[in-house]
């Protein structure tokens, strides 16, 4: 698996809208600073995750961005293959891979398998509710002082 920067921006994005859940909109301008991504690729980013049902958008002078979903109710798997595609590290490792007529026989699908299993295992268990709270912690042990 490899994520492109459009994956990675939309990642951090919707953690960003995650972590301000329930506090209304959050315009572009807020989202390109948090995020540290550029406006203009930040519309692109947006559009594709509206397509996507992931986000949604207000019009108008107190208009914005929000999450059309719970942070509880979205995986980071959603997002990785909404944006990026499959996971698997190689074609073969899908069940319905005709290319090669040794795949049954092949010793490395098996591996190639257990890393998308491996891979699935973690990003399809981990909500942007649990991403949102283990930022807001780490965030605060680092404005720990004495």
């Known amino acids: 698996m490899r994520l492109t920067y459009k994956g990675d921006y939309s990642i951090k ?3 960003e809208l995650a972590m301000h859940h329930g506090k209304g909109v959050m315009t572009i301008q807020e989202l390109s600073q948090k995020g540290d991504v550029p ?14 049902g992931f986000v949604e958008s207000k019009r108008g002078k107190k208009g914005g961005y929000e999450l ?5 109710q979205i995986r980071l798997g959603e997002i990785v293959r909404y944006i990026d595609g499959p996971t698997e590290p190689i074609a073969c490792v899908s069940d319905r891979y005709k290319g ?3 795949a049954d026989r092949c010793v490395l699908r098996g591996i190639w ?9 973690i990003i399809d268990n981990i909500t942007f509710e649990d991403l949102a709270q283990q930022s807001q912690r780490q965030r605060l042990a680092n404005d720990y002082s004495i």
Do not use: H, N, T
């Open 13 to 15: 994005i919707i953690l």
């Open 100 to 102: 090669c007529k040794e």
């Open 113 to 121: 398998q257990r890393v998308d299993g491996a891979i699935s295992g």
């Open 68 to 72: 059309a979903k719970r942070p509880d």
């Open 39 to 52: 406006i203009k690729f930040l519309e692109q980013v947006l559009l594709d995750l509206k397509r996507g």
